[in-house]
């Protein structure tokens, strides 16, 4: 799904930097840049929504690991500029992508 993730990014303009980031705290599927923006994405997937779908999926714990990956991908980098934290969610047959820009703040 990351590929098609990667895909859909770049048609929409943004540049693909660096794909499953890892670091202890843990992974980031996406990093990417929207003009001067560093854009964290987690990719999530679902085949059926009877649990609130790909989007949901994305509880207070996963965000908390993501803010803690994402920073030390900004001081690895030694980054200091605007960032936000996006989700891609796609749900069913993988046709049906959904994007959540500021899905969340850190």
């Known amino acids: 799904m990351e590929d098609k993730a990667t895909r859909y990014l770049q048609r929409a303009g ?3 930097i660096e794909r499953n980031y890892r670091s202890r705290f ?8 929207d003009s001067d923006t ?12 009877h649990f609130g779908g790909a989007g949901a999926s994305v509880d207070a714990r996963k965000q908390q690991k993501l803010l803690a990956t994402a920073c030390g991908f900004l001081q690895e980098h030694k ?6 934290f996006d989700v891609l969610a796609i749900d ?11 899905a969340f703040e850190a």
């Open 26 to 33: 843990g992974e980031i599927d996406l990093i990417a840049r």
């Open 14 to 16: 943004l540049a693909v």
């Open 38 to 49: 560093v854009v964290f994405v987690e990719v999530r997937f679902r085949r059926s929504d």
């Open 79 to 84: 980054l200091d500029c605007p960032c936000r």
């Open 92 to 102: 069913g047959n993988a046709q049906n992508i959904q994007w959540i820009k500021n």
